[in-house]
């Protein structure tokens, strides 16, 4: 089992920036890929990026390249999502999820946007940015 905590959320204005963190216990994170996702009131969970085990293969949500930048630190068991130049419709419940890392295909960014690629979920943490 592996138990996901997030952390960093927060109220910040429009053009702010967070950094969002993601604390894994149980197992090490290793041999896990990570992805986040974020869900808005009323609207249906989204994908916002995904990162390999190894942290050398990233993918994100077309709208967020640019403002978003995940990234981890296998030593500390931990993920983390940078966020510039927030908006207000970034307002939303921020997820950490993880999925065991399977054999790196060309194609591996398909299954990172799935939800129900993951294994396992952390409760969230909430964001809201004021206009």
């Known amino acids: 089992q592996v138990q996901l905590v997030e952390s960093g959320g927060g109220l910040v204005q429009a053009g702010g920036s967070l950094r969002l963190s993601c604390a894994a216990s149980?197992?090490?994170?290793?041999?896990?890929?990570m992805g986040w996702f974020r869900q808005a009131p009323g609207k249906e969970r989204e994908f916002v990026a995904a990162?390999?085990?190894?942290?050398?293969?990233?993918h994100y949500a077309d709208s967020l390249k640019g403002r978003f930048s995940i990234s981890r630190d296998n030593a500390k068991n931990t993920a983390y999502l940078e966020m510039n130049s927030l908006k207000p419709e970034d307002t939303a419940v921020y997820y950490c999820?993880?999925?065991?890392?399977?054999?790196?295909?060309?194609?591996?960014?398909?299954?990172?946007?799935?939800?129900?690629?993951?294994?396992?979920w952390g409760q969230g943490t909430q964001v809201t940015v004021s206009s």
């Open positions: 999820a993880a999925q065991i890392s399977r054999p790196y295909n060309s194609k591996w960014y398909i299954s990172a946007r799935s939800r129900d690629a993951y294994d396992y």
């Open positions: 990162i390999r085990w190894t942290g050398g293969n990233t």
């Open positions: 149980g197992r090490t994170l290793s041999s896990y890929d």
